[in-house]
């Protein structure tokens, strides 16, 4: 039998009891009152229903010379668009199971900021740890100290969960706020780090904790007007002490500037979000925490949801061709599509490839093995008869039985696409 603690790995019971709580005046939140947040998501539906919030499109923009992002964003990799970048997926081809930090995707909320290790210190506090109730009374963590800690090496995408919004415009003909990403906004990596279970017992973890919150150190963001204070989002301390990793490399190097330098939140399988970069503090509680990132964003609003929303935690099942979008493939000679499936719910379990609109599906082959949260491998051969336009999906179903399904959801803020995606080329 389920107990408490299994359910709040469970997004669905997570939500709901905490969403109980909450309503009920049990959780502590700053700065914003429930009418507050009720007026604002009401708000925020109606905006984006009628085309007020702003519009998915394709177009992206180059990097400005100030980039708030550090690493080179060359166009054969990625496609900017303003403090975030995408990675081109024909970039992919010819790699290995993990993607290279030269390409792995970026999002900042602001700009990456420039942090020291020397001076930076990790501090650990609240009333779910042993005599450190304040952040003054915080206990205190170096970079030498976490480095000196026994340490782990897990594979794990990074995705946010946005990845895959514009195609509620080009394919579902709906308006979402929000970056329009296409399906580059994810990537699988290597991360080195120290449980986030072995620091929290060594800050005095008592068991009336209930919740921590990971803070970036990063800029105040704000948004619309409001200053939503620095990038920060509360999880259940179970999900806490199962397997999230506080990471200080990625791919075997230090941890680049753009994905949290020097020590960065690592949570398997949940929302790009969730896995706070530039890590600063954590505030372990003994009440349910909330901040605007799992009250206001990062839930999904709309005609099919509560008006106050449902959190999102882990990701859906998605897939990809390793091609450019509209990319051209010599007719009549047998080629290998090759292309990559994961899920936040598990392994994939098999990959299905329509190179004719939809009508007939084929069995793609796996490429190696599924490691932990990584993606599925795959191809399958083609040979276009005809020169034309043809229109390629692909669509997964992981080992718990999710399938891509042919339409998503509307939801306001367009989380979540899980819909098979039509991937158009030219055979010439
Ligand atoms: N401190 C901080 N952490 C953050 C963010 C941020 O802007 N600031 N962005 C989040 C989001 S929305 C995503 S999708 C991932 C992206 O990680 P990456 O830039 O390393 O790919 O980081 C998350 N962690
Ligand atoms: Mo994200």
Redesign the pocket.
Known sequence: MATDGDRLLDEGSYDQLRARQWWAGAARGDGMSRRALLQLSAGLGVAALAGLGRPASATAVSAPADSPIVKPLPPDLFYVYGTNAEMRWEAMRDQGELVPIDR???????RTPSIEADTWRLRVFGAGLRGAPTVEQAVEFSYRDLRRMPAETITAF???AGNGRSFFTTQQNQTVSGTAWKLG?V?VARWRGVRLATVLARAGLTADAVDVMPQ?L?PDWVNAGVNNGP?RRPLPIQKALHDVLLAYEMNGEPLPP???FPVRVIVPSWI??S????LGQIEVADAPLVSPWNTQFYRLFGPGYPTEGTVITRQVTKSAFELPWDATVPVGERQLLRGRSWSGNGAIGQVEVSTDGGTVWRRALPIGRHRQHGWQRWEIPWRPATAGAYTLRARATDVTGRAQPTQTPFNTLGYLFDAVVAHPVTAT
Do not use: L
Request: aromatic share 12%; hydrophobic share 40%; with cysteine.
């Open positions: 792995f995707f970026v999002r900042d909320h602001t990074v995705e946010c906004a990537g970036g990063d990038v753009d994905h949290g790009g979000i896995s706070i970069k530039w």
